[in-house]
């Protein structure tokens, strides 16, 4: 069994609270040890702005996957469950994804989706989701948030669980993509 990779590249979180959906991403790229980009988009909209994914990992892998789960979407007609599964059956099948190094998450007004190349496709209890090298960070904070500041809307527990793991992970900075719907 193939362990679902973990990325020493960025931090993406979702956070479903209130009615809203909320994810964010920070921008910095790395090369090992060298920051060389500072304001990466990570977090886009799909399907006519319905749907929000952010991605860790390679770059050119996660545009890839991007540019797949797209055609996915349409072909299911923004089925997000639906089309992500296909794409999780792609994903772990195709000689070719199989090598990509990026993990996916998702989301529309109704669920929030964890894609990998495992063949993953997982969707959290709590309606929290983190990937990336900051990722256990920034859902502890969003936990603690959620518990102890619950008037706090979604966007606001995920720039601030944003914030704490920028803090604290040295691939990650504080230049953020967010993007939320209700």
């Known amino acids: 069994m ?5 990325f020493e590249a960025t931090t993406i979180i979702s956070v479903r609270h209130r009615g809203q959906v909320a994810v964010c991403g920070d921008g910095q ?9 500072d304001s990466a988009r990570k977090v886009r909209r799909l399907h006519h702005d319905r749907i929000i994914c952010g991605f860790a990992g390679a770059t050119a892998d ?4 991007f540019e797949r789960f797209e ?7 923004g089925q997000l469950l639906r089309a992500a599964v296909e794409l999780a059956k792609d994903w772990r099948t195709d000689r070719s994804l199989r090598r990509l190094e990026a993990m996916l998450m998702a989301v529309d007004s109704q669920s929030s989706l964890l894609l990998s190349g495992a ?3 997982i969707e959290p209890d709590d309606g929290l989701l983190a990937i990336g090298s900051g990722g ?3 859902l502890a904070a969003a936990r603690a948030l959620i518990r102890k500041a619950p008037q706090m809307s979604a966007a606001e527990i995920a720039s601030e669980a944003m914030d704490v793991a920028a803090g604290l992970c040295i691939y990650t900075n504080r230049n953020v993509t967010l993007e939320t719907l209700a």
Do not use: C, E, H, M
């Not at 996660?62 to 996957?65: D, H, K, L, V, W």
């Open 2 to 6: 193939r362990a679902s990779p973990r």
């Open 29 to 37: 790229v790395t090369l090992g040890s060298t920051v060389i980009k």
């Open 62 to 65: 996660a545009f890839t996957i």
């Open 71 to 77: 055609d996915k979407l349409s072909q299911f007609n």
């Open 119 to 121: 063949g993953d496709v």
């Open 136 to 138: 256990p960070y920034a």
